[in-house]
């Protein structure tokens, strides 16, 4: 009788200690940071990146601003304290102004800072080879750069590091508009430098190598190798 009250007290001691380990697993990884945006923020391993498992990926390859707007709640669901946002490009290649596409980056800020959430504004990154495009790729960051200085936001200027007289640099980039994995570590290593993540301390930035970028060429979907 009492091997068995023995047994019964160490189970029950064992799953106490069980639940603990596993809320305290849960808490741990209580998502702080969101990264919103499209392909270019969707292909980046954030969590190696910044050396974090905080951090949800909420890039959505060939989204617009419009298709962020529509999925806001998803991200409101998470609970973030911060979110790095980079969308737009995508609304550009399709031809619109950088008036509208900033009209609807504002909307994407004003929801986030009515769920309590820091928004951080990363500039738009310029293409390579494309001076028309890139035109208004400028037009729309000296809108966002403006916007942030007003609101007191955090504006983070990648193109200082990833481009230069208003091109993307050659050596971050696979195919003129997504990044590759050298692009990739010099944006980690932006946002270490720059901003003051909420909850565990950042580590360093590690190596990684980025999936295949898929894309069109010419009606097709095709897939563009590292």
């Given at each position: 009788?009492r091997?068995?009250?023995g047994?019964?007290?160490?189970?029950i001691?064992?799953?106490?200690?069980?639940?603990f380990?596993?809320c305290r697993?849960?808490?741990?990884?209580k998502?702080?940071?969101v990264?919103?945006g499209?392909?270019?923020?969707?292909?980046?391993?954030?969590?190696?990146?910044?050396?974090r498992?905080?951090?949800a990926?909420?890039?959505?390859?060939?989204?617009?601003?419009?298709?962020?707007?529509?999925r806001?709640?998803?991200i409101?669901?998470?609970?973030p304290?911060?979110?790095?946002?980079?969308?737009?490009?995508?609304?550009?290649?399709?031809?619109?102004e950088?008036a509208?596409?900033?009209s609807?980056?504002?909307?994407?800020?004003?929801?986030l800072?009515?769920?309590?959430?820091?928004?951080?504004?990363?500039?738009?990154?310029f293409?390579?080879?494309d001076?028309?495009?890139?035109?208004?790729?400028?037009?729309?960051?000296?809108?966002l750069?403006?916007?942030a200085?007003?609101?007191?936001?955090?504006?983070?200027?990648?193109?200082?590091?990833?481009?230069?007289h208003?091109?993307?640099?050659?050596?971050?980039?696979?195919?003129?508009l997504h990044?590759?994995?050298?692009?990739?570590?010099?944006?980690?290593?932006?946002?270490?430098?720059n901003?003051?993540?909420?909850?565990?301390?950042?580590?360093t930035?590690?190596?990684?190598?980025?999936?295949?970028?898929?894309?069109?060429?010419?009606?097709?979907?095709?897939?563009?190798?590292?």
């Amino acid at each position: 009788m009492r091997v068995q009250k023995g047994k019964t007290v160490l189970l029950i001691a064992g799953l106490i200690c069980f639940i603990f380990i596993s809320c305290r697993d849960a808490s741990s990884q209580k998502i702080r940071i969101v990264m919103i945006g499209d392909s270019l923020t969707a292909w980046g391993d954030w969590s190696r990146l910044l050396n974090r498992e905080d951090i949800a990926n909420q890039g959505v390859s060939g989204d617009t601003t419009e298709d962020v707007l529509e999925r806001m709640e998803e991200i409101y669901r998470l609970k973030p304290q911060m979110a790095l946002v980079m969308i737009g490009i995508n609304d550009i290649m399709k031809g619109r102004e950088a008036a509208a596409v900033f009209s609807n980056y504002r909307r994407i800020i004003q929801g986030l800072l009515a769920h309590h959430i820091k928004p951080v504004i990363q500039s738009t990154l310029f293409l390579s080879g494309d001076d028309h495009r890139n035109e208004t790729v400028a037009g729309l960051n000296h809108k966002l750069r403006l916007y942030a200085q007003e609101q007191k936001l955090p504006f983070l200027d990648l193109n200082k590091r990833l481009s230069s007289h208003n091109q993307l640099n050659a050596s971050f980039t696979s195919d003129g508009l997504h990044l590759n994995s050298a692009g990739y570590r010099a944006w980690g290593k932006e946002i270490q430098k720059n901003l003051h993540l909420p909850g565990i301390p950042a580590g360093t930035v590690k190596a990684i190598k980025p999936p295949a970028i898929f894309g069109h060429f010419d009606g097709k979907a095709v897939i563009f190798l590292n």
